[in-house]
Structure formats: structure tokens, C-alpha cells
């Protein structure tokens, strides 16, 4: 790399407020101080004034609320609120779902286990869409359908597994939506990366953070990760089991895993 782009790359990057760590943007979130002085997340970071900047996980943005770290980087008397760790939890969630509504109206969705098989054999698909609240033996079904479809390339399909049935329904506007397959495009591309910057801030590469809230409970037996959906769920305030056929109930009680590699690093 030559010294000019060097300087390119040294001028991007920024220094974590909590950690003192230095990272590129992508890897942070920038805050600045609104009109009536509250410490506001700048997630698009394009908002007007000074911004400070924290590593994008969770367990970052608490300490620096705790420790008051806000007001002595920005030198002044800011209002953080107790709850801002959770306000930017939701404010990325709604972006990934807002992702997928868009993908939804591009045509790139395709809901219902009996669909999938169809979609898999006729287009390329970038992920599947599990819901939290739905039975592992329904995201087993559909993992043996896409072993038999796939073969080999079936471990390396994302499998999404993030949210209750009830926040697909909203965002692909129809109702019961337990399962789906995303095809691949422009606008899936743009949801995969707000579930990764979702799932980063939720547990982060350090694994500081509550193992639980990024969706994974730990490895099995055979050391594959396990994806946890009814404590995430209860967590949420997640509504009853939505299903798109009776077999679909899950319990609201029990680990859910495909039992198909789904890890969360491939999303």
C-alpha cells in the first residue's frame, strides 16, 4: 500500500472511549450530544456535531455509561441513559428487520417449509430464516431438505436464526412465517450485514457479552455451536408460538438447533 493510502486508512480509523482501542468505524458506533444534551447513538454515522466513538458491542456502551465516560469525552455535562445499551439493541434489530422487508418487497422471500424445497432447487439462495419461537424439529425438517439439496454446500448456508415469528410476520407482512429462505441479491447482501453488526454488538469477538443474547447457548457434545431460542425469546417479551402448521408449535421452553451447523460466524 502506498503512504497515501496508508494515511487514508490511519485517518478512518477511531479510538474506543472504553477501551482505548483502535478500530475501524465498522467495527464502532458514534455517538453525539442531542439538543437538550442526551448522549444520542449516531448508527448511520451521519448526524451533525462532535461524535465519540465505542466498540459496537453491548458490554462496551454499558461501561461507558457506568463509568460516566461520555461527559469526559465529550467535555461536558451529557445525559446518558441507564437504558441506552438496550435502546441501540432494538434500534439495530429494527434496521435488520427493516432489511428484510426490503428484501421482502424485491421478491428475494420465500416463507413456509414446503416452499423452501422449491426455492433451493430453482434459485441461489443467500440464507434461511428461522424463527426463535419455532420446534427444533421443524428447523431439522428443513435442514434435511436443504442437505438433500445442497449436499456438501448446505453447512456453509447462513442460517438466521434472530427473530420471534411474530417480528417476521411484521417484516415480510403475512402472518405465521416460521421458516424462509432468502435468495440471493443486493438488498439480501445489506440485511446478512445488519445481522452480523446484530449479532456482533449482541456478543462481540471478545465474548464478553451474555452468550444467550447473541443466540448461541454454547457447543454441544460435538462441539457445534447450539442456537438458543425460547430464553431469548422470554428475554424479549416474545408472544405465543406462531406456526405454519401444528408440527411447527415449539415449546417455548427448549434450545432449538438445526442441527446443521449454524453458526453464527457465517452470517
Known sequence: MDQAGRKADKDSERTCIVTREIRAPSQMLRFVVGPDGDVVPDLRRNLPGRGVWVSAEAVHVAQAVKRQLFAKAFKDKVRASASLPEDIDRLLEQQALQALSICNKAGLVTAGSAKIEKVLGSAPVAALLHATDGS????????QVVTR???????????????????????LGRS???HAALKSGAASEAFLERCRRLVYYRGGMSGENTLGRLGISGP???G?????????RNQRGGGPDHCDDQSEKGSGANVMTSGHVPRIETI
Open 136 to 143: 427444533a424439529d421443524g428447523v431439522r425438517k428443513v435442514g
Open 149 to 171: 439439496t445442497k449436499g456438501e454446500a448446505a453447512a456453509k448456508l447462513p442460517r438466521i436464526i434472530l427473530f420471534v415469528s411474530s417480528q417476521l410476520d411484521l417484516a
Open 176 to 178: 405465521n412465517v416460521i
Open 220 to 222: 454441544d457434545a460435538s
Open 224 to 232: 457445534v455451536p447450539v442456537v438458543a431460542g425460547a430464553d431469548d
